[in-house]
């Protein structure tokens, strides 16, 4: 078996010791079981395996793309065995685990100042780009992102709830996880909700944005979304402790910010069958103060 056979096929774990209302069973969708430790491992395989098949670069082509952990985890584990080089753009309050995990694997890491965020970080790899003859994925315009998602998590979704899901809940960083697996549950039935979160006003939670205007992902399509609901950084954090404790699925904190959503969106149905993306492993997250 070949690395990329193992991207996708994630198990769906359902909720066992934290109380769920008693009409809803909540199921997380474990994509830390991917090789990579995260959900971002289909779209760089999507996204680097079709910029090569279209032509766009060849054996040998400088990637670079901005990012705020798992992306470029990824990315950095997808390129060398495709035969790119990857330079990789992040702020410089990222765990140690996540840079040093993306050089493990061959990648440069360029880090930028925290305070001008994710969002410096992105014109910073666009200049590089114009500039210095690397090769932009830009995951937050490429439409393979969310084509990944499309294409193995909704149908992975679909199949093994057996049809039965009535509610997708996921945290909207890049939005390419919510907006592929929208499009392909819509299809199935158009009944299905579909659940966006993001951080509440001065909240910081890795992995889910709440983006300034001219910074909001080109491939989101905010009709796709039929209920966006706010977790601060309080109860991203505690749900993702209790996650760890009671559920045995150490996860990161944006995973506890749509668990969380999951859990309060619960409280308003009288039956149903929700499932959320627990989007990548909590081991690259030990040295932050997430567990302490």
Excluded at 115 to 137: D, Q, V
Excluded at 173 to 188: A, C, F, H, P
Excluded at 264 to 280: A, Y
Aim: charged letters at 25%; hydrophobic letters at 35%.
């Amino acid at each position: 078996m070949k690395l990329f056979e193992l991207i996708g096929n994630t198990p769906l774990i359902k909720l066992e010791n934290i109380p769920v209302n008693p009409g809803v069973t909540i199921y997380c969708k474990l994509e830390g079981q991917n090789p990579g430790g995260s959900v971002k491992d289909r779209a760089a395989y999507f996204m680097i395996r079709a910029a090569l098949d279209r032509g766009e670069i060849r054996k040998g082509a400088k990637l670079i793309e901005a990012t705020s952990g798992n992306t470029g985890i990824a990315l950095a584990m997808v390129a060398n065995l495709l035969g790119v080089s990857m330079t990789l753009v992040m702020p410089d309050n990222s765990t140690k685990e996540r840079i040093l995990s993306m050089e493990a694997y061959g990648a440069k890491v360029i880090l930028t100042p925290a305070e001008k965020t994710i969002e410096y970080s992105r014109t910073l790899a666009e200049e590089m780009a114009a500039k210095e003859g690397f090769f932009m994925l830009n995951q937050f315009s490429n439409p393979d992102n969310y084509r990944a998602h499309y294409q193995t998590t909704g149908p992975e979704i679909y199949k093994d709830t057996n049809g039965k899901i009535t509610h997708f809940v996921s945290a909207m960083g890049t939005t390419g996880t919510i907006m592929g697996v929208s499009r392909y549950l819509k299809e199935k039935n158009p009944e299905i909700q579909i659940v966006g979160t993001q951080p509440t006003d001065g909240s910081s939670i890795p992995g889910i944005r709440r983006w300034s205007p001219e910074f909001l992902p080109k491939i989101f399509e905010p009709e796709r979304v039929d209920k966006v609901i706010d977790v601060s950084q309080d109860q991203a954090t505690e749900m993702t402790r209790r996650m760890a404790r009671e559920e045995g699925i150490l996860a990161g904190m944006s995973s506890g910010g749509a668990l969380h959503a999951a859990l309060k969106l619960s409280q308003t149905l009288k039956e149903g069958v929700i499932v959320c993306i627990t989007c990548d492993r909590g081991d690259r997250y030990l040295s932050s103060d997430l567990f302490g």
